[in-house]
């Protein structure tokens, strides 16, 4: 497991409690959302990624979590 980060990755400035890798409340999905604008929009983000990761195709179990 790499070392935890000393500044949280959302852009917050908050310090992740020590064994943790983000500060409670969201700072996780938060990361990931401003991530995916700057790709654009969720779809276009899923369209970037799986042209970067091309065996990175969603399966069945994903398709039904997703409805």
Known sequence: MEDAPTVCRCGCGETPSP???????????????QRIARIGSTVEFCDWFDQQVPSATPNSS?????Q
């Open 19 to 33: 064994g943790s890798e983000w500060p409670p409340g969201g700072h996780d999905h938060r990361a990931v959302h």
């Open 62 to 66: 994903d398709q039904h979590r997703e």
